[in-house]
């Protein structure tokens, strides 16, 4: 498998201020990754359940650190599902962000 793509893991994080407020703090890591398309079947299964798939990111495992937002070409996507299928590697299935989220 080639690793041909760049994606963005996005970790988010929280700090306070000198009041106590929590100020989100994003911290980002760029991987080298391979993409592949969604399942039929993952995507129908997916569907009933109200999650939209539409890309899935396969990156080496020891990369992820349970990020739930990825960035890819310029568009923020949101990891609802992770799999590991073989030594060292993570499968990321992955919806697109709506720009008001």
């Given at each position: 498998m080639t690793y041909d793509h760049e994606l963005v893991l996005i970790k988010q994080d929280f700090t306070?201020?000198?009041?106590?407020?929590?100020?989100?703090?994003?911290t980002r890591k760029t991987v080298l990754c391979n993409v592949k398309s969604v399942g039929r079947n993952e995507f129908y299964s997916a569907a009933t359940a109200g999650l939209r798939p539409s890309i899935v990111f396969v990156i080496h495992g020891y990369e992820y650190d349970g990020e739930q937002s990825v960035e890819f070409e310029g568009v923020r996507y949101k990891v609802i599902r992770t799999y590991s299928t073989e030594f060292e590697e993570m499968e990321l299935t992955c919806e697109r962000v709506a720009a008001d989220e």
């Open positions: 306070f201020d000198e009041i106590g407020n929590q100020i989100p703090i994003e």
